[in-house]
């Protein structure tokens, strides 16, 4: 099983922060938040006073979609007066077995805890699923990342408050060139190249979390220029 649980994880799994007086970032989900670092943690001027404010960061190695429900609702009881919340989870649910649909019941109950309270202002971006160079050679479980990425973006675009999320399609975000080929997915033609993975070819490199770092910051700017992150 090619599960994101290596052992290198920080000692304290979850990072928590003075509330910012704006907007507060959380990237909570499994190894891929917790092993990003701090120096590659996404910022925005939208979001804070202070450059030098840290990120709320709640990874856990290992973590299926389900597991990380519970540490996006603490979160949300502490800062979702004003909250962008980066969430990434869902590989692992492949790796030990999980039926998409239990994915997808995990993906409404992380919808529900995020936008059910009429007290709170969240906003989400979720990550999806990558192609990995681990799974070059595996077609059922490029079929499954693959199925997995459309099933969760299509939870989020059609959620009635997919004004206030955006999902980034990860899945040939890091295959280069390769990925605009025919046949990229199911084919087996788009390769994850090497330089965006860390030696175990499943977690990123410092250039792998450099692409994402750009990518949220992005989304983070569509959602301020959309007026959607608070001022005081």
């Known amino acids: 099983q090619h599960e994101h649980n290596a052992e290198q994880v920080r000692e304290d799994n979850t990072n928590y922060c003075a509330p910012m007086p704006n907007t507060t970032l959380a990237l909570v989900g499994d190894s891929d938040i917790a092993f990003w670092p701090n120096e590659l943690h996404p910022k925005h001027t939208s979001l804070q006073d202070d450059d030098d404010t840290i990120p709320i960061v709640s990874g856990h190695p290992g973590a299926c979609l389900i597991d990380v429900v519970p540490k ?5 009881a502490a800062h979702g007066d004003a909250l962008i919340l980066v969430a990434c989870a869902g590989e692992n649910d492949i790796g030990s077995g999980m039926s998409l649909d239990s994915t997808l019941q995990a993906m409404d109950r992380l919808l529900h805890a995020v936008f059910d309270s009429d007290e709170t202002t969240v906003h989400l971006i979720f990550l999806g699923p990558k192609l990995e160079p681990w799974l070059q050679h595996d077609a ?41 080929l025919p046949g990229a997915v199911h084919g087996g033609k788009a390769v994850a190249e090497s330089r965006y993975f860390a030696s175990d070819e499943l977690h990123l490199s410092d250039e792998g979390y450099g692409v994402w770092k750009e990518v949220v910051e992005n989304a983070i700017e569509e959602l301020a220029s959309g007026s959607i992150i608070r001022s005081t």
Not at 156 to 167: E, M, Q, S
């Open 140 to 180: 059922s479980s490029r079929k499954a990342y693959s199925k997995m990425s459309r099933a969760l973006q299509r939870a989020c675009t059609k959620h009635a408050n997919a004004d206030r999320i955006r999902y980034i399609d990860c899945l040939l975000m890091f295959c280069g060139a390769s990925a605009g």
């Open 72 to 76: 996006i609702a603490k979160i949300i």
